[in-house]
């Protein structure tokens, strides 16, 4: 997976863009392939100037339209977490078209779209090979409607994708004061929100607070990377094509290109205003390169002087005029279209020339791929005010502390479909099994078989509108396998007094079947349990599946989606009161899981004491348990006995288990009996809101996963994941 880093600010004017252009230009030189991603632009019909500029500069192998996620007008409708999570969804999935390569261009990009030229540098970078190895995001820019809500966005898409977050803190027209305390509550508002920091840049300072923020800012960032970066003003001059957008301008001569590019001067940068208001005589004597002229239209003197100034080569060239007051005179209009080739472009607009010009002041430019000047500036403050190397590093060893239940759902199924297995679902007569089949079955997630008739099974899919590609039905009881299975299953529990025909009859069971199916390898996995109990689903697995080689008991495991973070509790559905072998055999099969889910195991043995402050049966079991543990698998990190709230939360760690590399930071939480585990998860599931995926299963020689009784249909798809990739991983290991 790639590496990635988050750039965000919390409020507009920050001079981000700068800091996202000179940290991209940096990382091209010493981190490898680049990938730049963008969870929030404006609108899908105007082109992002900062997608545009970094695609086309570093000649990323990325379409434009696949490198965002959502615009303005996606956040409009979002009154609820749903709506918020269905966005978060978006995000994540965009953002892997991007991490995984599958955003390149599959043809050469023709056409006169706002995004042509950025596709086209795209479709020339033929030496692309692979996905890239880090990932720039660049958060949302703070200009639209609701700025709590770009913060939600910003936010928990930093948490979703997993990144490592600099922070970009406004600092023009602040002081020293100001900008400390800024950078300060920025920190504190993503850390107290989940997110994890790598820096903060104190960006746009004016002069004479630069030396002060600089020497006050270790105090505030702490560890992370701390950075003051001057205000350049020449960043935020507008061009005259930026002016007239702004405005809703009309220009006064032709602007297109042969190719439909808009130029005739219109990307000349804007210097400074000056207002044509005097006689000319003294007008000529004020004006400087790159000024905008901005006057009544009509003021034909002030217009046909700055229009003569600009070809004389004797006066300063103005960079363009802004005729206000909406009615131009025909003779102006004349004047100007016989200048039509003096490379300057000339705007009209309503309004009066003072409320003009204060319009004008408050138009802030882009850096722009036109804008060559800027990005030498940009690229410039950036290698002289950060620490580059100390940033690159943070980023290039970033790995992502939690694992997000987006990010967690999104991996489970991606790893399923890249070495699809072939799952049993015994219940086919459920409605739930049959719409979660379908979406695996289009997905492309697993190969899948049902039981039950399939008259029965055809008939129902049809009243729920399903078409089930490719899916294959079997009827325990009138399949030609049957026999064969009961003969099989005859063998293996006739010293259990099973008889030939007793064994023919139970493998008209749905789960004795599904499992058999399992056993002789015409499946990998079964997930049951939708509308049967747990014991009817695993019963089968107990008598001929069996543990695993190196396993004394089967055990189950909750992934437990929480918020911002998914855990691992166990054993919360089979075991009754464990003992400490058995304790210490749950917990290196929850290990395992952890890490075969791609979450980091760190393990604590739970109990109502922590450390040596306690003493009874109880607590020494858990002692005991854990002291087995550790000495069957040293390469973990195991901490027992512990309280949960010394296991999950830093500062009670701190005080009752200091310097332990678990406590406060546990992932896998293993519970001393059956009756603690199973309240605890679901307490949690129904108090914080939390997704509890499971029993998933472990220590069995093959895959058999149990589903609630009130499983929803997202359930049962990830569960079969979850039994596709076990099966994957014990092949792994056979």
Do not use: W
Request: charged share 20%; glycine share 10%.
């Amino acid at each position: 997976m790639a590496r990635n880093v988050y750039v965000t600010a919390l409020e507009p004017g920050s001079g981000k863009s700068a800091v996202i252009l000179g940290l991209t230009e940096v990382l091209s030189q010493r981190a490898g392939r680049l990938g730049y991603f963008r969870p929030l632009i404006s609108s899908a019909s105007e082109p992002d100037a900062d997608l545009e500029l970094v695609i086309g500069r570093f000649r990323l192998p990325q379409e434009y339209a696949q490198s965002y996620a959502l615009t303005e007008e996606d956040l409009h409708d979002v009154t609820d977490r749903a709506g918020h999570s269905h966005l978060m969804e978006r995000v994540l999935t965009a953002y892997r078209r991007v991490a995984d390569g599958e955003a390149a261009p599959q043809e050469p990009v023709v056409g006169d779209t706002p995004t042509a030229a950025a596709d086209a540098a795209v479709t020339a970078a033929v030496e692309v090979a692979g996905p890239p190895d880090v990932v720039v995001v660049e958060g949302s820019d703070f200009t639209g409607g609701s700025l709590a809500l770009e913060l939600d966005l910003n936010v928990d898409a930093a948490n979703t994708l997993a990144a490592p977050v600099l922070l970009v803190v406004r600092g023009r027209h602040r002081t020293v004061e100001q900008v400390l305390d800024a950078v300060g509550q920025g920190i504190n508002t993503l850390r107290d929100r989940g997110c994890t920091l790598i820096g903060a840049v104190a960006n746009r300072l004016d002069p004479e607070t630069v030396a002060g923020v600089r020497a006050g800012l270790p105090a505030v960032v702490g560890d992370l990377v701390g950075a003051a970066v001057p205000e350049a003003p020449s960043l935020a001059a507008p061009t005259v094509a930026e002016v007239a957008r702004a405005l809703q301008a009309t220009y006064l001569q032709p602007v297109g290109g042969p190719d439909g590019v808009v130029d005739g001067g219109t990307h000349r940068e804007v210097g400074r205003l000056i207002v044509g208001a005097m006689g000319l005589e003294h007008f000529l004597e004020r004006i400087v390169d790159a000024d905008l002229v901005i006057t009544p239209a009509d003021r034909a003197d002030i217009i046909a002087g700055s229009l003569a100034a600009h070809l004389s080569g004797t006066y300063p060239a103005v960079a363009g005029l802004v005729l206000t007051g909406g009615h131009v005179p025909a003779a102006v209009t004349r004047l100007v279209e016989g200048y039509g080739e003096a490379g300057i472009p000339v705007i009209a607009v309503d309004g009066d020339t003072y409320s003009v010009t204060s319009a004008v002041t408050a138009v802030r430019g882009a850096i722009t791929t036109r804008t060559p000047r800027k990005v030498a500036v940009a690229v410039g403050l950036f290698e002289d005010n950060v620490d580059a190397d100390s940033l690159v590093t943070r980023i290039v060893a970033a790995r992502p502390t939690r694992m997000t239940p987006l990010m967690f759902e999104h991996a489970l199924v991606e790893r399923a479909k890249a070495d699809r297995r072939h799952i049993v679902l015994p219940e086919g007569k459920d409605d739930r099994v049959l719409l979660a089949a379908e979406q695996l079955l289009r997905r492309g997630v697993v190969d899948l078989t049902v039981l039950g008739s399939e008259r029965d099974v055809r008939a129902r899919a049809g009243v729920l509108k399903l078409t089930l590609p490719g899916v294959h039905i079997v009827d325990p009881l009138t399949s030609e396998y049957r026999q064969d299975f009961g003969r099989t299953y005859y063998e293996l529990r006739k010293h259990k007094g099973v008889t030939p025909d007793t064994a023919f009859d139970q493998m008209g069971d749905v789960s004795y079947f599904g499992t058999m199916m399992i056993h002789r390898g015409l499946a990998d996995g079964m997930v049951s349990g939708a509308a049967h109990t747990t014991a009817h689903t695993i019963r089968p697995a107990f008598e001929f599946i069996r543990t695993a080689p190196g396993r004394k008991v089967v055990s189950s495991v909750f992934l437990m989606c929480l918020a911002d973070r998914v855990l691992v509790y166990g054993d919360c559905a089979v075991v009754p009161d464990p003992d400490p072998e058995q304790l210490a055999d749950i917990a290196i099969s929850a290990a395992g899981t952890a890490a075969m889910f791609g979450i980091e195991p760190r393990i604590a043995m739970l109990s109502y004491s922590t450390g040596e402050s306690g003493s009874g049966a109880d607590v020494d079991k858990v002692r005991r348990g854990t002291a087995i543990a550790r000495e069957r698998r040293p390469d973990l990190l195991i901490e027992g006995p512990i309280q949960y709230d010394a296991a999950v939360d830093p500062d009670v760690a701190r005080t009752k288990l200091p310097g332990s590399p678990v406590a406060g930071r546990a992932t896998v939480f293993v519970f001393p009996d059956l009756n603690t585990g199973n309240n605890t998860y679901k307490a949690v599931q129904r108090s914080a809101g939390a997704v509890a995926i499971g029993p998933v299963l472990q220590g069995l020689n093959k895959p058999v996963n149990d589903l609630s009784r009130g499983a929803l249909v997202p359930d049962i798809v990830n569960t079969v994941a979850i039994t596709a990739i076990q099966a994957q991983n014990m092949e792994t290991h056979s």
